[in-house]
């Protein structure tokens, strides 16, 4: 059973995971370095430790204390119990959700090993939004993609507002990071996955005439918002497939594209 | 040509269309009563023009003057010119996109006119989030949904948030609200549309399986997120319809499911 350790000093050490969370640039840097990450909220949470990721600690109001008392009581890290005015004071936001908790982060599989057990995987270029990183991993949970493989230049799955956006499916859905890029996706052609790029390019294949749900192993390749995919990237590609658009449109959002790509390439749909 | 105005005073009356723009419950009310809709943007201000609006005026810091020269020559409006200060200082933001218009809103049609020519209508209901509104808009312009009818209690297409995230298909897609919910629906069925209820129930038929592309007229009921279509929503339907999800996922985000939806009942797919 955890610690229960009350808390009233802002500037307590012990609280340092949990300083200047709305400093994006900051906790960009320090969680990977200092191998954490943090789980805002009872259900994400939950979900974290359902995950098998260890609890460094939890940060909680109060109230919050007999709702988490479960977690509380199979936990051997320390639970830090203040005040709403003071998570406010350290955090940098007023934690409405009440709960925090730190993470020990796991190592990342590589992409080769990821690879063997796939069949659907979604690959990223330069993805540095936090909130579509989170929507494309919860689509990529609901329609059945196997995993995720990112560029190196892609954003952080485990920060705070992906892990909230993604309702937890970054726990769920493996990734893996490229190393090199496009050189990378070298290793995902060699495991016998065929890339297909998506593109709004009026050259490109309607997706659906591609006919991925056929194919054994698909890695679907997706741009940022704004530019889509690199020149580099759509050359390294096997095959460009596009969702029709109707006229006059510029494009989807990331998060819509992706949906509807991950949805067109799920295996088991029936016709086409 | 415009009247090109300097304004430094704040409290100069003429800005009042401009005034207390983050305070979306004040705007929420004022903006339908006094028939207006702010655009944000040099592309959106652009495309609501373009779709027919007319400006009551514009905003613009100096640097934007000479980008949007075009449009001020044609103008039969005033144009108030003021420092990124002053603009700050009446709208409660700093407008990073420089310039805004307040425009005219037009009648809305019916629901009987818009069915006439339609064959793809997204339904939705209780939908009243902005930025899910503006994405559910974009999505349906780029997946070729012909028209979008909203229950009495949906957020407005034209709130500021709303318009942004749409990119300005909120202008494109032609829209209507229901008078009664979901007594409403019965025009939709009278103008021979078939009445599909997205739903995550189990009981529901797998989307594709509906073959609903194959429909000459289909009308697609979506709820808001997390909550979905209320029960009495799901009885007025014809049929009910699910997205394949895997194992374990609650759901898709309502912009994400959405899209899919979309894509799958879009005509001319092939296949199925």
């Known amino acids: 059973m955890a610690d229960l350790i009350t808390v009233e000093d802002p ?5 340092s995971d949990y300083t200047g969370l709305t ?33 460094r600690s939890m940060l909680l109001s109060a109230k919050w204390i007999d709702t988490m ?8 890290a320390p639970v830090y119990a203040v005040s709403p005015e003071l998570a406010e004071r350290v955090t940098g936001y007023h934690v409405h959700r009440g709960a925090l908790a730190s993470m020990q982060r796991k190592p990342l599989p590589t992409a080769a ?3 063997t057990s796939a069949r659907r995987v979604a690959v990223m270029e330069s993805v540095n939004d936090h909130t579509n990183i989170g929507a494309i991993f919860r689509s990529a949970a609901a329609l059945g993609m196997d995993a995720v493989l990112l560029s190196p230049d892609c954003a952080d ?26 050189k990378g996706l070298e290793t995902v052609r060699e495991a016998g996955f065929r890339l297909l790029a998506l593109t709004p390019d009026e050259k490109a294949t309607v997706i659906d005439d591609a006919r991925p749900h056929r194919l054994d192993r698909v890695a679907l390749m997706l ?11 759509l050359r390294a590609a096997d095959e460009w ?32």
């Open 11 to 15: 500037d307590d050490p012990r609280l």
């Open 23 to 55: 400093d994006v640039e900051l906790r960009r840097r320090r969680e990977p370095a200092e191998g954490l990450f943090i789980a805002e909220g009872e259900k994400v949470i939950r979900r974290a430790r359902d995950a098998g990721y260890a609890m």
């Open 69 to 76: 008392r479960d977690v509380i009581d199979e936990l051997p």
């Open 113 to 115: 090993e990821l690879l």
């Open 157 to 182: 799955p485990l920060y705070r507002r992906s892990v909230k956006v993604s309702m937890g499916a970054v726990f769920s859905v493996p990734y893996a990071r490229l190393e090199g890029w496009p």
């Open 223 to 233: 741009g940022a918002e704004g530019e889509g995919l690199s020149t580099r990237a």
């Open 241 to 272: 497939v596009r969702i029709p658009m109707a006229h006059g449109v510029d494009s989807l959002n990331v998060g819509a594209a992706a949906a509807v790509a991950f949805y067109a390439v799920a295996t088991g749909r029936p016709g086409a």
